[in-house]
């Protein structure tokens, strides 16, 4: 992925059912993939906290790795000239933590100014 990251959670096909059905989340359990359940959780926690959806230039790609996940971001500019990238690894037990951290680590690396930029545009 040395040329673009794909869209947090590109590929994934998921079931999405009523939180409280505990009867149907039950029944699919055996079907959830496990590894690319955390995956997403990651991509996903990245992606809400950078507020980011379908207009904005985010991507993003986890990978897991026996008890290890992988995390990868990516935030641009609309015209491309800006790119912030970082990753990070961690172990797979918190996936939704790992997506916050490198939210965090690219907003502070300049992913913020960038995010700003586009939704002042937006405001405009």
Same mark, same amino acid.
């Given at each position: 992925?040395?040329?673009?990251? $794909?869209?947090?959670?590109?590929?994934?096909?998921? /079931?999405?059912? @009523?939180?409280?059905?505990?009867?149907?989340?039950? !029944?699919?359990?055996?079907?959830?993939?496990?590894?690319?359940? &955390?995956?997403?959780?990651?991509? @996903? +926690?990245?992606?809400? @906290? !950078?507020?980011?959806?379908?207009?904005? $230039?985010?991507? &993003?790609? +986890?990978?897991?790795?026996? *008890?290890?996940?992988?995390?990868?971001?990516?935030?641009? &500019?609309? *015209?491309?000239?800006?790119? /912030? @990238?970082?990753?990070?690894? +961690?172990?797979?037990?918190?996936?939704?933590? !790992?997506?916050?951290?490198? +939210?965090?680590?690219? !907003?502070?690396?300049?992913?913020?100014? /960038?995010?700003? &930029?586009?939704?002042?545009?937006?405001?405009?």
């Amino acid at each position: 992925f040395e040329v673009m990251l $794909p869209a947090t959670g590109q590929g994934v096909i998921a /079931i999405e059912t @009523r939180d409280p059905d505990t009867q149907i989340s039950g !029944l699919l359990e055996p079907i959830n993939h496990k590894e690319t359940f &955390s995956e997403m959780q990651a991509e @996903r +926690a990245f992606l809400n @906290r !950078l507020e980011g959806g379908c207009q904005v $230039p985010i991507g &993003s790609l +986890a990978k897991s790795s026996g *008890d290890t996940l992988q995390l990868q971001g990516l935030v641009a &500019s609309l *015209d491309g000239k800006k790119i /912030i @990238r970082d990753w990070v690894t +961690a172990s797979n037990q918190d996936p939704v933590q !790992l997506g916050l951290e490198l +939210a965090e680590r690219m !907003l502070t690396a300049g992913a913020e100014d /960038i995010l700003n &930029s586009i939704r002042n545009m937006e405001d405009s």
